[in-house]
């Protein structure tokens, strides 16, 4: 799964996205929880005194000196018990009166004096834990001592509005992180759609359903376009001139080697039998090698370009009607099964030169049928196409000597020992395998294996 993540960048940049928009919605939940707690205790104090002047006004003072009010207080949690809320009246230290919610305790009295009128919030300890308390002096008319007057809630009180609160703004901020990472993907998935056009751009060269990128690419991708499209023209180029130049060379060398033969069949004449089968058989090894060489040459260069594509079936099917005319004194019933869809990631001519070879071995060797099959293997990346006869077939330790240049089991069937040792060749410069076998009826199956393309749909044009 790292493997993965890491040569993924649209995974990268959604995960990296995705870390700082939790980090950033973590930190603005913690700023807003603070900021609540801020306002709540704000909000609180100005309560407080607006109760503590609202006392004020209702605290009627007997002649004895004893304080007592006109009616209860506006605000109904002072009425309460255990509301948290409280107040109280109290003179040189002693409480007289206090609320209905404070039933069962006392507010703490600092030991400070105020003066007149004075007022002032602080946070005592009481039996129910912390309070903010507001308090002041109120002197009657009388020469009585002065009454300290409190109002107070308990910080439990307020520390109890938080809860709630953060759970909502937790679920805001999940649902607010949950659509931005959604909208972060959404963002790199648009982005980064130019790259996967290129991809399927150029999986449709490499299937064959285009000879270029396209350029209608945004301004970032169009220079990589521009290369590539000038790299796919380049190998073109170089797979003509490589092409070109083996037929050079084959043409340069055919004439001097028709020159030797002709040399050596006039030695013959001559009685020479020694030097002219010298000659003969020099002159047939380069002919064999020569061939050898340019056949892989061309395979070489037909691989390195992007989009070759060839179709088995109309390639099995020109094969299949020539070997009928080659080997018409044979009178063989050659059998063809071959799905209409199985394309390889090979060069036409190669496909054509690999599949001849194999079918006029069968041919020369069979008895009286050939069997052609080509489908694709059960993970549908290679074609598998066989190629059985009903002939004698091989010896086991010669299955692997007939893929040997220039070498031939039967020197009485026509051949130049080039066939199975180019097949192989070819096979392997595609990235596949050919593999014989004897059947257990009798006869010999050839098992080649090419890559296959992912393209859809039958070819437009016949390969002669």
Not at 299 to 304: D, K, L, P, Q, T
Request: negative net charge; hydrophobic residues 45%; glycine residues 8%.
């Amino acid at each position: 799964m790292r493997t993965s993540f890491s040569k993924s960048l649209r995974a990268r940049l959604i995960v990296g996205a995705a870390v700082w928009i939790a980090i950033g919605v973590s930190t603005a939940g913690i700023f807003i929880s603070a900021l609540f707690r801020q306002y709540t205790i704000e909000l609180v104090d100005n309560e407080l005194r607006q109760d503590l002047d609202e006392l004020m006004t209702l605290i009627d003072v007997e002649a004895s000196g004893f304080p007592h009010l006109s009616r209860p207080l506006s605000d109904p949690r002072f009425g309460e018990l255990d509301s948290g809320f409280t107040w109280q009246v109290s003179r040189t230290g002693k409480g007289l009166i206090k609320s209905l919610s404070a039933s069962d305790y006392e507010l703490p009295v600092p030991d400070d004096a105020l003066g007149p009128n004075d007022a002032q919030k602080l946070t005592l300890q009481s039996p129910k834990g912390p309070m903010i308390v507001f308090e002041r002096s109120f002197a009657p008319e009388d020469s009585a001592p002065p009454l300290r007057i409190q109002v107070g809630v308990e910080v439990a009180v307020i520390e109890a509005m938080l809860p709630a609160f953060v759970r909502q703004l937790t679920g805001s901020l999940v649902l607010l992180g949950l659509a931005l990472v959604a909208a972060a993907a959404l963002q790199v998935w648009f982005g980064l759609r130019p790259m996967s056009r290129l991809r399927q751009a150029l999986a449709d060269i490499g299937a064959g359903k285009a000879d270029k990128l396209p350029t209608d690419f945004p301004s970032e991708v169009r220079p990589l376009v521009d290369d590539l499209n000038n790299l796919i023209v380049s190998n073109s180029q170089m797979l003509l001139r490589a092409r070109t130049q083996a037929g050079n060379l084959a043409h340069a060398l055919k004439t001097p080697l028709a020159i030797l033969t002709d040399e050596a069949y006039r030695l013959q004449g001559r009685g020479e039998s020694e030097s002219a089968d010298v000659l003969l058989q020099q002159s047939q090894r380069m002919q064999r090698q020569i061939d050898y060489q340019i056949a892989r040459a061309r395979a070489a260069a037909s691989r390195s370009v992007p989009g070759i594509l060839a179709y088995v079936a109309p390639i099995v099917s020109n094969i299949v009607s020539a070997m009928k005319r080659l080997h018409d004194s044979k009178s063989l019933h050659i059998v063809t099964q071959v799905d209409g869809q199985c394309a390889v990631l090979c060069d036409p001519m190669d496909v054509n030169e690999i599949l001849a070879n194999l079918i006029d071995n069968a041919c020369k060797w069979a008895t009286t049928a050939v069997t052609i099959t080509a489908v694709p293997d059960e993970r549908g990346a290679e074609v598998v196409i066989t190629v059985e006869d009903d002939g004698p077939g091989l010896p086991a330790q010669s299955l692997d000597r007939v893929f040997r240049v220039g070498e031939r089991l039967d020197e009485q069937v026509p051949g130049s020992g080039l066939g199975l040792p180019i097949v192989r060749d070819l096979a392997h410069l595609y990235g596949g395998q050919v593999d014989l076998e004897n059947v257990a009826h009798g006869g010999l199956r050839a098992t080649l294996r090419l890559p296959m393309s992912r393209s859809k749909g039958a070819p437009e044009t016949v390969i002669q």
